[in-house]
């Protein structure tokens, strides 16, 4: 996680849609850190982001946090066993797909998360159904380890004409990865990798969808990026599957979005902060700050329609706010971008 500000910026300006928002999940339950090691992927690729820990906090992003949000990277590690990601019950997360049906973006990642919600393989899917509907899978078909003779899987390889520019073979840093899932994609997705492996029972099957519903997309990695034997894979897929969303989420905006821009003074603070803001034109615009959690802290403007020109408003933190990092987020005519507030009292 980058934190750019130093105690020298008084004034910042930035650009709107410079990267998409990032909320990333940690819904491992693994306790060997597993999510940092892809907070480092990310960091590495140049990407800022925001960490909800549901794993220590027990409960899912609700769909006001997740909304704040271009994209969500769900990371389920390897446990499999009451993640937050079905709810923490054997149910479908109702503010996730919330989320997605309001034309969010996700990529799912790890092991185990089919079982925890189905059980052993095989199983299938039909319309209605959470995987069907938002995974863009029809079958469950197998795990590595549980159905291959306990083998485990060598590796994987990115399957023909899948979507994301730059993705290259992963292996891991054991000999063979255990309960990565096969799955079965609709003729409506795309298979991302196939397992691969000399000999391998499943070699060929798909272990990683690409779902592109039109209203909402998502990726789902079948298996634990973060096992991957080089970080420099890591790496290259998180800078190549995020670039994907990227493109797509940029592609998505409209021409005639108006400019913005956000003046943030001064940068620390220790009383209170002036959000001044230009507008090219008319624009429905709305302020708010969250912690790193992404946990509403105050929101020092409602949605509200605003002519051009420019704009001002002051942010007075509540007594007892802790020092910290803290994020602004101004969000304009459905679009939005986030920028670091530093308060040192």
Not at 188 to 208: E, F, I, Q
Request: overall charge negative; charged content about 15%.
């Amino acid at each position: 996680m980058k934190y750019l500000l130093s105690a020298f910026t008084c004034l910042l300006t930035i650009s709107l849609y410079a990267q998409p928002s990032i909320l990333l999940v940690d819904d491992s339950k693994d306790n060997f850190g597993n999510t940092a090691f892809l907070a480092l992927a990310l960091d590495s690729a140049g990407y800022d982001y925001t960490v909800f820990d549901a794993a220590a906090g027990g409960g899912s992003p609700t769909s006001e946090v997740l909304s704040q949000y271009d994209l969500v990277i769900w990371h389920t590690s390897t446990d499999g066993v009451g993640l937050q990601f079905w709810d923490g019950g054997d149910l479908d997360n109702g503010h996730l797909m919330s989320y997605l049906l309001d034309g969010g973006n996700l990529w799912l990642i790890g092991n185990d998360f089919l079982f925890d919600r189905y059980g052993a393989a095989p199983d299938t899917f039909q319309l209605g159904e959470f995987p069907y509907d938002y995974l863009g899978i029809d079958r469950y078909i197998a795990q590595a380890y549980g159905d291959d003779g306990g083998l485990g899987v060598p590796g994987v390889s990115p399957a023909p004409g899948q979507p994301a520019d730059g993705l290259g073979p992963l292996d891991w840093n054991f000999a063979t990865l255990w309960w990565a899932d096969a799955v079965s994609p609709l003729q409506t997705a795309a298979p991302v990798y196939l397992m691969t492996g000399d000999a391998y029972p499943l070699a060929g099957m798909p272990a990683a969808v690409w779902y592109n519903e039109g209203d909402f997309r998502v990726m789902s990695f079948f298996f634990d990026l973060v096992l991957v034997s080089d970080f420099q894979l890591a790496k290259q897929t998180v800078a190549s599957v995020v670039g994907l969303f990227e493109n797509l989420i940029s592609d998505t905006e409209s021409p005639l979005l108006p400019g913005i821009d956000l003046r943030i003074a001064p940068n620390p603070f220790a009383e209170s902060v002036k959000l001044s803001l230009s507008l090219e034109r008319k624009a429905s615009v709305s302020i708010q700050v969250v912690d790193l959690m992404g946990r509403k802290i105050a929101q020092p403007l409602t949605r509200t329609e605003l002519s051009s020109g420019f704009h001002n408003f002051q942010w007075t933190p509540e007594p007892g706010l802790p020092n910290g990092v803290y994020l602004a987020r101004v969000e304009i005519d459905g679009k939005s971008t986030v920028e670091y507030l530093v308060l040192s009292k």
